[in-house]
C-alpha cells in the first residue's frame, strides 16, 4: 500500500508548506495531520482526541475511535458478494511464477561481476539530489510498514481472515494482496542500502518506530469506509510512485526509473481492484455508499506513514510531506485530483433515488475537489520559501521544505 502522505490537511485546514507554519505540540510529536479542522465546510465530527504516553504507543494524538459503524444486517451484503470477489477481484492478482521480483532489479550477488554492478548503481545514485532521496526513502519506509496496512484490512468486518488461513475470496485477497505489496519495500530497501547515500540505521529505527505506532484511518472496523480508504491510498501509492519514476528519468537514473515505475504499475493495479470493490457496493447499496464516501473525505484520508519517527524529528512526516509537495511527487493538487477521478469513476454525479443524508452526500462529494484546489491556489500564492533542515536519513545533510 505504500499508501502515502497527504500534506493537504493538518491541525489546520489544507495547510501547505511555508516557513510560517505554526508550531505543533504533544508530549513528543505533533497532532498528527487529518485531525478534525476547524472550517466549518470541511470539518467532521467530534474533535475528541487522546495523548498515548506509554511506551510502545504511537507517538502522536489518536482519535477516540468509534468501533464497529456498520449496522450488523449489512454484513450479509459481503457475505453474498463471496462469489463477485472470487470472479471479480482475485483475477488482479498476478500468478507468483509470473510475477517481478526484486532481485530482478538489482545487482546480483552470485554473479563474478556483483562489485563493478554495484559500483555502476552508486555512480548513477550520486548524481540524485538530497530532496530526491528524502522522498524515496519516505517512500519506502512507508511500503515496509506492510503489517500494518494487512491488520488494518482485517479489523474489517465481513471480510477479515477469522483464521489467518481462510479460504474465502476477501481473506485470500489480503493475504494475495500483502505478498504483492511486500516486494515493493524489498526492492526500495535494498537499493537504497546499496545506494550508499542514506543512513540505514536511522532508516531502519524509522520503520520500527512506524509499526509499533500503527496507524489511525478511521474506518471503524467497517468495510465500506475501508474500501473507499484503499481506493483512495492506492491510486496516491500510483501517483507517487510515478512521479519518483519519472524524476528519476530526469535524473539519468534509467535503472531506478525502471524499479519506481514497476512499483507503480502494481499500485495501479491494486487501485483498480479496489475502486470495483467500491463500484459494487454503489449497485448494491448507493446511498449507504455515498454517505460513506462524504464521511471518508469529510474526515480527510490520512496518510498511512502519518505516525512516522525516527526518534530525533518530532516533525518527520510534516517535513517529509513538504518536501514531497516541493518537489511535486505527492501534492496538494493530486489529492484534489484523486478526489475527483472517484467522483466520476463512482458516477457520483448520476447517482438517483436517495435519501436527504445521502442527496446531502452527493451535493458535498461533488462540490469538495474544486474547493479544495481553489484553497490550494490561494495557498500557494502565499507560500514562502520553506526553511533548510537536516534529515536522519542522509546523515543529517540539510534540505530546503
Avoid at 518506530?209 to 475501508?226: A, K, V
Avoid at 518537489?327 to 493538487?333: D, E, I, Q, R, S
Avoid at 436517495?354 to 474547493?371: F, I, M, T
Wanted: hydrophobic content about 35%; some cysteine; glycine content about 6%.
Amino acid at each position: 500500500m505504500a499508501l502515502k502522505f497527504n500534506p493537504l490537511v493538518a491541525s489546520q485546514p489544507y495547510k501547505f508548506p511555508s516557513s510560517t507554519r505554526p508550531p505543533t505540540s504533544s508530549f513528543r510529536s505533533p497532532k498528527f495531520l487529518c485531525l478534525a479542522s476547524s472550517s466549518p465546510a470541511l470539518s467532521s465530527g467530534p474533535k475528541e482526541v487522546e495523548s498515548l504516553k506509554k511506551p510502545f504507543t504511537p507517538p502522536r494524538e489518536v482519535h477516540v475511535q468509534v468501533l464497529h459503524s456498520m449496522p450488523p444486517q449489512k454484513i450479509e451484503i459481503f457475505k453474498s458478494m463471496e462469489n463477485w470477489a472470487e470472479e471479480n477481484l482475485l483475477i488482479h492478482l498476478k500468478d507468483v511464477e509470473k510475477s517481478w521480483q526484486p532481485q530482478d532489479f538489482l545487482p546480483d550477488p552470485a554473479s563474478d561481476g556483483f562489485e563493478d554492478q554495484v559500483r555502476e548503481l552508486r555512480e548513477r545514485a550520486r548524481e540524485l539530489p538530497d530532496d530526491y532521496f528524502v522522498v524515496l526513502v519516505g517512500d519506502m519506509i512507508t511500503e515496509e510498514a506492510l503489517p500494518t496496512y494487512q491488520t488494518m484490512l482485517n479489523t474489517l468486518d465481513g471480510v477479515r481472515d477469522e483464521t489467518g488461513a481462510s479460504p474465502t475470496s476477501w481473506a485470500i485477497w489480503t493475504r494475495a494482496w500483502t505478498a504483492e505489496e511486500n516486494r515493493h519495500g524489498d526492492l526500495l530497501n535494498k537499493y537504497l542500502y546499496l545506494s550508499g547515500r542514506v543512513d540505514m540505521r536511522q532508516i531502519e529505527k524509522t520503520i520500527q518506530y512506524l509499526i509499533g505506532s500503527g496507524m489511525d484511518p478511521r474506518t471503524e472496523n467497517n468495510p465500506y469506509l475501508g474500501f473507499i480508504y484503499t481506493s483512495f491510498q492506492e491510486r496516491a501509492t500510483f501517483i507517487s510512485h510515478g512521479n519518483t519514476a519519472r524524476q528519476a528519468k530526469e535524473h539519468g537514473d534509467i535503472k531506478l526509473a525502471q524499479i519506481c515505475g514497476t512499483i507503480a504499475a502494481d499500485e495501479k493495479r491494486h487501485e483498480t481492484a479496489y475502486t470495483k470493490i467500491v463500484e459494487k457496493l454503489f449497485e448494491i447499496d448507493p446511498d449507504g455508499t455515498v454517505m460513506a464516501f462524504a464521511d471518508m473525505m469529510r474526515k480527510k484520508i490520512s496518510m498511512p506513514a502519518h505516525l512516522m519517527y525516527d526518534g530525533r524529528n518530532d516533525n518527520l512526516f510534516d517535513n517529509f510531506s513538504s518536501v514531497a509537495q516541493r518537489l511535486g511527487v505527492y501534492t496538494a493538487k493530486d489529492y484534489a485530483d484523486i478526489l475527483e477521478f472517484l467522483v466520476g469513476r463512482w458516477k457520483i454525479q448520476d447517482l438517483s433515488g436517495l435519501s436527504g443524508e445521502g442527496n446531502k452526500a452527493q451535493d458535498y462529494l461533488c462540490g469538495l475537489a474544486p474547493r479544495i484546489k481553489r484553497l490550494d491556489e490561494r495557498a500557494q500564492a502565499r507560500a514562502k520559501k520553506g526553511p533548510k533542515i537536516p534529515f536522519s536519513w542522509i546523515h543529517d545533510r540539510e534540505v530546503q521544505l
